[in-house]
């Protein structure tokens, strides 16, 4: 799936992946990748269980080492600039055992804007309360993310992506296991932000 919007206002592709190629334990999961995303497009990565979607976004992020390739933002190296980039893994690769409020996984989006070093500002909160509301789980900030259910967990990782401010939204299989109400209000705030740029 792959959908443009009417103009795309930047001289470079938003994101610019070349020729990734990784290995996972000497196997090769990806070979010689290479795909071009502008400002405003909506682009669906499809395909089996293995096949390495998740590798290649890992690989676009810095998470996995890669044997060759380059990922740019705008026109630079994306190294310098991974804050611009949200991921929002699949639900299977998160430890929900974990004892940390919804509001506190929101919040963690305003620390890869900042720096984990650096104490978060109002605005921060402001930020993680207005993403929060956007997706309908202000209600839940205080309780532990692992007791909602899959589709509100997803709503708040949503949240935790937008409140990071980022340009590029990474979405491993955001609707498995999602609810009907969550679906509908993950691709409506999907749909805002692709026409938002």
């Given at each position: 799936?792959?959908?443009?919007?009417?103009?795309?206002?930047?001289?470079?592709?938003?994101?610019?992946?070349?020729?990734?190629?990784?290995?996972?334990?000497?196997?090769?999961?990806?070979?010689?990748?290479?795909?071009?995303?502008?400002?405003?497009?909506?682009?669906?990565?499809?395909?089996?269980?293995?096949?390495?979607?998740?590798?290649?976004?890992?690989?676009?992020?810095?998470?996995?080492?890669?044997?060759?390739?380059?990922?740019?933002?705008?026109?630079?190296?994306?190294?310098?600039?991974?804050?611009?980039?949200?991921?929002?893994?699949?639900?299977?690769?998160?430890?929900?055992?974990?004892?940390?409020?919804?509001e506190q996984?929101?919040?963690?989006?305003?620390?890869?804007?900042?720096?984990?070093?650096?104490?978060?500002?109002?605005?921060?909160?402001?930020?993680?309360?207005?993403?929060?509301?956007?997706?309908?789980?202000?209600?839940?900030?205080?309780?532990?993310?692992?007791?909602?259910?899959?589709?509100?967990?997803?709503?708040?990782?949503?949240?935790?992506?937008?409140?990071?401010?980022?340009?590029?939204?990474?979405?491993?299989?955001?609707l498995t296991?999602?609810?009907?109400?969550?679906?509908?209000?993950?691709?409506?705030?999907?749909?805002?932000?692709?026409?938002?740029?």
């Amino acid at each position: 799936m792959h959908t443009t919007p009417q103009a795309a206002p930047y001289q470079y592709p938003m994101l610019n992946v070349q020729n990734l190629t990784a290995e996972y334990r000497d196997r090769v999961a990806l070979l010689d990748v290479s795909l071009t995303v502008q400002g405003g497009e909506l682009v669906g990565i499809l395909g089996p269980n293995g096949a390495g979607k998740s590798t290649l976004f890992k690989g676009i992020l810095g998470l996995i080492p890669l044997k060759q390739g380059q990922v740019l933002y705008g026109n630079r190296p994306i190294k310098s600039q991974r804050h611009r980039i949200a991921y929002v893994p699949q639900r299977a690769a998160i430890d929900w055992t974990y004892p940390i409020s919804v509001e506190q996984v929101v919040l963690t989006g305003r620390t890869v804007q900042r720096g984990w070093w650096r104490f978060l500002q109002v605005n921060d909160k402001t930020a993680a309360k207005e993403a929060m509301e956007r997706l309908g789980v202000w209600q839940w900030r205080r309780r532990p993310v692992g007791e909602l259910s899959g589709g509100q967990q997803q709503r708040v990782f949503l949240a935790r992506a937008i409140a990071q401010d980022a340009q590029v939204f990474l979405l491993d299989e955001p609707l498995t296991g999602v609810d009907r109400e969550s679906e509908v209000l993950l691709w409506d705030v999907v749909s805002e932000l692709r026409l938002a740029g």
